[in-house]
């Protein structure tokens, strides 16, 4: 695998260090808080009791996701017209840098992420280690709700699913494993099919591999070092494959693994349906166990 480790890490994460020195420079950015977690997706009164300062509150559920949209799984992608008004009202706009954090696994964060980089944005980043990490490092909070003034930005894409970043149907996510890589971000558990919380059937889609998303985080929530997500997709032959697939339960925490991705500098596309749109067709195969090895 050819990589820049500092370019493309630089590319999709800032440091709490960075970001401090940035906010201490007056350097303009939007700063937006998604808190949101599979058993608490509101996160706003957390939002309220201790949030960097400047962030407006984004929620995943209403903001970054469709409900009004049927067969795209538990969390279709957002209508362009809809999430251009929710940016605006974050205060989004033309031309100023994107941070984006959170204060779980980074999947509200890299949901924001990769929403906002499909729908035409150029530059948004991940908060490296989360509110946990800004928190560590001794910066202040604030509390209550912030009203920041209206953005301007003007999206290139209305149709995430035909944007700026690459995404998967669910025929094509099917036939992925037979030329390329398709990925499946979720737990060890969740994908043998030992377990099923949330979607009526247990199990992953035939040929997928499995790189669960919180091994790709450290102990306090960074992203780990390039080395490290080197050989946890180099393991599922992600480095070599011509194609890379990933999709989750509902299109949230894959974004996770892509995330990672990109810190190593390989292209990939989600499946926003994941394995919720899967498993509701009962015509699609599910496959349980371990993966066999690639090209068994």
């Not at 201490?24 to 808080?33: E, F, K, N, Q, S």
């Not at 957390?46 to 538990?74: C, K, N």
């Not at 894959?254 to 292209?267: M, P, R, T």
Request: proline share 7%.
């Amino acid at each position: 695998m050819t990589y820049r480790p500092d370019i493309h890490r630089s590319d999709t994460l800032i440091s709490v260090e960075e970001l401090r020195d940035r906010l201490a420079l007056g350097h303009p950015l939007t700063i937006l808080d998604v808190r949101w977690r599979l058993d608490r997706p509101d996160g706003r009164t957390e939002y309220q009791l201790g949030h960097i300062p400047g962030a407006a509150y984004v929620d995943l559920e209403t903001e970054l996701s469709d409900h009004s949209v049927s067969g795209h799984g538990r969390h279709p992608l957002p209508d362009g017209a809809d999430l251009q008004a929710a940016a605006r009202r974050w205060g989004v706009r033309n031309d100023v840098p994107v941070i984006v954090y959170d204060n779980w696994n980074r999947a509200g964060s890299a949901r924001a992420w990769w929403v906002l980089r499909a729908a035409g944005i150029p530059e948004v980043r991940i908060l490296d280690g989360g509110l946990a990490a800004w928190s560590a490092a001794g910066r202040e909070l604030a509390t209550g709700t912030e009203h920041p003034d209206p953005g301007n930005v003007e999206l290139a894409y209305t149709d995430l699913y035909h944007g700026a970043l690459p995404t998967l149907t669910v025929t094509e996510a099917a036939a992925l494993p037979e030329t390329g890589v398709l990925i499946d971000a979720r737990a060890p558990e969740r994908f043998r099919g030992e377990v099923e919380p949330v979607d009526p059937v247990g199990g992953h889609i035939p040929g997928a591999r499995n790189v669960p998303n919180g091994s790709l985080l450290d102990e306090r929530g960074f992203f780990r070092p390039a080395d490290e997500l080197e050989a946890r997709f180099a393991a599922v032959d992600a480095h070599r494959a011509p194609a890379v697939g990933v999709y989750c339960g509902s299109g949230v925490t894959a974004a996770v693994d892509l995330a990672a991705l990109a810190v190593l500098g390989i292209d990939a596309a989600l499946f926003p349906g994941s394995w919720s749109q899967w498993s509701g067709d009962p015509d699609r195969a599910v496959a349980v166990g371990s993966a066999a090895p690639h090209g068994e």
